[in-house]
């Protein structure tokens, strides 16, 4: 991968994760206003609602940030751009796609499927 691919990636790399970090400020500050009154019962119930979206939002967001930082972690060390399952490295075209993709496409899909076969197991 060219210097230049690298820096452009790079750069998508930490926009996102200064969104994702502005996200998380805002989500604080929204559960604290939704925390923060409302007496009635019908509103109770909808500021549960409310917490409980945000709360599973914000984890998404915590993972996802894991994940960029992750990647820039490897661009510092040198190692960005390898599939960490089977050593290989990473098309480009998937980089510029997913930039803080950690496996290649291949060992991707063979992640997803034991997810699947795993969370089936436990619904059994």
């Given at each position: ?43 109770i ?16 967001e ?5 994940m ?20 290989e490295?990473?098309?480009e075209r ?5 930039p ?7 060992c ?16 059994s």
């Amino acid at each position: 991968m060219d210097g230049i691919k690298l820096a452009e990636l790079r750069r998508l790399l930490v926009v996102r994760w200064r969104q994702l970090g502005d996200l998380e400020a805002r989500e604080i500050e929204a559960t604290r206003e939704a925390s923060e009154a409302q007496s009635e019962m019908i509103d109770i119930a909808q500021s549960l609602e409310l917490l409980g979206r945000q709360s599973s939002l914000a984890e998404q967001e915590r993972r996802e940030l894991i994940m960029v930082e992750r990647a820039l972690t490897k661009m510092a060390s040198g190692t960005f751009g390898v599939c960490e399952e089977c050593q290989e490295e990473i098309p480009e075209r998937r980089l510029s796609v997913v930039p803080e993709a950690r496996l290649c496409a291949g060992c991707q899909a063979v992640e997803e499927r034991k997810s699947i076969r795993s969370t089936r197991a436990m619904a059994s």
